[in-house]
């Protein structure tokens, strides 16, 4: 099994930890650049705005940082269980969207851990809570796991592990 291991589990963490890595770089950025102001990215569009959340989606929760630390340690452990039962291609759309859930949810585990229990969000668009690239991996990452299970559904015979 030593190989196969390494083989289902590389896609993944290779995704996951290049995403959280992405996103700690990102986020000492904004802590040093956006601290006295915001800047205007795209007129009228698009505002990096240093933000910090102790809460969840849309500030929700804002006292349940036990339970977001909790929920990234589910999801790491779903990122080496899911891919040793997962079949298909090795870099499927799956894989890759488990890797970017997985490295946003460590990416958000750090700053929850190391950083006072809030998260450090910037991108703002004015119409949208802000966020940042953790959570665009979380989201982008669920629609191609989601998109991986109905297609699966779709061909069974491709669910298989190999």
């Known amino acids: 099994m030593g190989k196969k291991w390494v083989a289902r589990l590389a896609p993944v963490w290779s995704v996951a930890l290049g ?28 505002w990096f705005n240093l933000a910090r959340n102790s809460g969840a989606a849309f500030g929700l929760f804002p006292r349940g ?53 809030e998260v450090v969000d910037f991108i703002d668009f004015r119409f949208w809570p802000v966020f940042n690239v953790a959570d665009t991996g979380i989201v982008a990452g669920t629609t191609l796991v989601f998109l991986y299970l109905i297609t699966s559904l779709l061909r069974p015979g491709e669910a298989k592990p190999e």
């Open 19 to 46: 995403w959280a890595a992405i996103d700690q770089i990102v986020k000492v950025w904004a802590l040093g650049a956006l601290w006295a102001a915001e800047r205007e990215i795209i007129p009228g569009v698009l």
């Open 65 to 117: 940082q036990f339970l977001f630390i909790l929920v990234a340690l589910l999801l790491i452990g779903v990122g080496i269980w899911a891919p040793l039962v997962m079949g298909g291609r090795r870099w499927s759309v799956g894989r890759i969207g488990l890797g970017l859930l997985v490295g946003g949810g460590i990416g958000n585990l750090i700053d929850r851990v190391f950083r006072g229990g």
